[in-house]
DNA sequence: GTCTATAGCTAGATAGAC
DNA sequence: GTCTATCTAGCTATAGAC
């Protein structure tokens, strides 16, 4: 057994930088291949199914992060609803290179990605949702005004992202994420 | 001279689809004749350029539909801000599908389409600003509070857009447009 | 103005040496 | 575990017939 040129964590965040920059038609196996330090052959052992597999181990992380980060945070049972938030926009922020970095479900959500990564790509949003209701629950809001809030929050993220990527400028998403904080606290 | 199988303003309009739908690199030569009913080496007698001057023109397509339909009724001297906020929102939701259809700047906004074509996306997603800006004046709102509305409101149609098409809810979509139009009617 | 044919290249993927 | 070499299919693009 010779030893990894590179860890699996290691490649797997390198390749996340690709993919959510370039997006699935415009990330090529050996562009991938190459931030690891690899050649594109190389890649066929760690992920037999090819670049599908690749991609949905890619993902399978992104979401991973999320769910450590994010939303099993601001569905804890201790702390306060004040805490958990600012936590997990933090780490929103950090997920996001504060505004540096696309979201890797819209680098995947164009049609050829969609149809691969559709499904999981949705079922991680509700996720989303359901995280940023429980919050808003958890401030004392009614169920409503917590659901609405929870897709507000999620629709600045997502537009906020798109712009401060257009404009190339961050502080137009950290100054979103601020936003979305004053709309818990209430304003 | 042999007769167009199919108009420039239609072949635009059908290429103007797949772009949006699949981004830059996702469309091959291929598919944007096929929508148009011709042969790929056809496309290379409408455009000489190739792939990068075709996706010019129909980004200059599209750009002028924002000028004509959004823009300018938007900063038109006469008729009250209301109409002319209800008739820009309601070209928008048309320009949109009501959700159903990608925005071709997002769709252009990986690195790829990002490097030919940033410049320009940039430079009418401000122009975009603007005349959002102008209509907050226009409804009475301070120059902030006007800049800030126009910024919200494209960081809402933006991410709107992402999640309607994520989800295949364009409820999403049609009620976020409706949100921005009470920000400015003061809630 | 559109077509067939094809050049030249790069993509994803596989075989087998080391 | 990584590599070189190679296959096939798709890509952008061009040449030239009709």
């Given at each position: 057994?010779?030893?990894?040129?590179?860890?699996?964590?290691?490649?797997?965040?390198?390749?996340?930088?690709?993919?959510?920059?370039?997006?699935?038609?415009?990330?090529?196996?050996?562009?991938?291949?190459?931030?690891?330090?690899?050649k594109?052959?190389s890649?066929?052992h760690?992920?037999?199914?090819?670049?599908?597999?690749?991609?949905?181990?890619?993902?399978?992380?992104?979401?991973?992060?999320?769910?450590?980060?994010?939303?099993?945070?601001?569905?804890?049972?201790?702390?306060?609803?004040?805490?958990?938030?600012?936590?997990?926009?933090?780490?929103?922020?950090?997920?996001?290179?504060n505004?540096?970095?696309?979201?890797?479900?819209?680098?995947?959500?164009?049609?050829?990605?969609?149809?691969?990564?559709?499904?999981?790509?949705?079922?991680?949003?509700?996720?989303?949702?359901?995280?940023?209701?429980?919050?808003?629950?958890?401030?004392?809001?009614?169920?409503?005004?917590?659901?609405?809030?929870?897709?507000?929050?999620?629709?600045?993220?997502?537009?906020?992202?798109?712009?401060?990527?257009?404009?190339?400028?961050?502080?137009?998403?950290?100054?979103?994420?601020?936003?979305?904080?004053?709309?818990?606290?209430?304003?």
């Open positions: 057994m010779r030893p990894q040129k590179i860890s699996d964590q290691e490649l797997t965040v390198n390749m996340l930088e690709i993919l959510r920059s370039r997006g699935y038609d415009g990330s090529s196996l050996n562009d991938l291949a190459l931030v690891g330090g690899l594109k052959a890649l066929y760690r992920y037999p199914g090819g670049k599908e597999t690749l991609v949905q181990s890619v993902l399978d992380h992104f979401t991973g992060e999320f769910e450590h980060r994010v939303f099993s945070v601001l569905t804890a049972k201790k702390k306060k609803p004040k805490k958990k938030l600012t936590a997990a926009l933090r780490s929103i922020a950090l997920i996001y290179d505004g540096g970095a696309n979201c890797l479900y819209r680098a995947l959500s164009m049609q050829s990605g969609m149809e691969i990564f559709g499904a999981q790509i949705r079922e991680n949003c509700q996720k989303w949702l359901k995280s940023f209701e429980h919050i808003g629950k958890d401030f004392g809001f009614k169920k409503k005004k917590s659901k609405l809030l929870a897709l507000e929050s999620l629709i600045k993220i997502q537009g906020s992202l798109v712009l401060s990527n257009i404009f190339g400028d961050r502080k137009l998403f950290i100054e979103t994420l601020n936003d979305i904080k004053n709309s818990y606290l209430g304003n």
